[in-house]
């Protein structure tokens, strides 16, 4: 939560209280005009009570991929339409709307692990985050489809 947190102020202009620029790893894109976040290339779409239920899971939580763009991190990685996105780096996904700003608060060009449920199985896959504009930039500030 705290990447996320100094992530989303370093792209306002602000530096947590405690960090220093060398701290921050987009801070040179930012100072330059040129905010760069995480980027898989992948959308998702909202866990649904009736998708939960034919995946065995007690609670709707988590994303459901749709197809990555060819040639993207999670086309690489083997990531496919329909798998469900429970958790990034370990820390849980639990509303598929804070999917696109948790993969936008990875530094690219470091390596992410997404915890993944595919027929039934629950799978890790790891993958170098490349680099993209930042979700409201990227899309308008749309919240229709979360994409990263």
């Known amino acids: 939560m705290r990447i996320a947190i100094g992530a989303m102020m370093l792209l306002c202009g602000f530096i947590p209280a ?7 790893p987009m ?14 290339g992948v959308r998702v779409s909202p866990m649904t009570r009736a ?31 329909g798998d469900v996105v429970t958790a990034v780096n370990g820390a849980p ?9 948790t993969i936008a608060a990875i530094a690219p060009n ?3 692990i997404l915890s993944t449920s595919r027929d039934g199985q629950t799978i890790e896959v790891m993958l170098m985050v490349g680099s993209g504009k930042c979700p409201s930039e ?3 500030g749309r919240s229709s489809a979360n994409s990263a």
Do not use: K, N
């Not at 065995?56 to 496919?80: C, K, L, T």
């Not at 639990?94 to 696109?100: E, G, L, N, Q, W």
């Open 110 to 112: 470091t390596t992410a």
């Open 27 to 40: 801070v040179q894109h930012a100072r330059q005009g040129d905010a760069v976040c995480g980027w898989i």
């Open 51 to 81: 998708f939960a239920d034919s995946l065995g899971m007690a609670e709707p939580y988590g994303a459901i991929f749709d197809q990555p763009e060819p040639g993207s991190p999670a086309a690489v990685a083997g990531i496919e339409a």
């Open 93 to 101: 996904l639990m509303r598929s709307s804070d999917f696109a700003t």
């Open 138 to 140: 990227r899309h308008g």
């Open 18 to 24: 405690g960090e220093s620029r060398a701290d921050m």
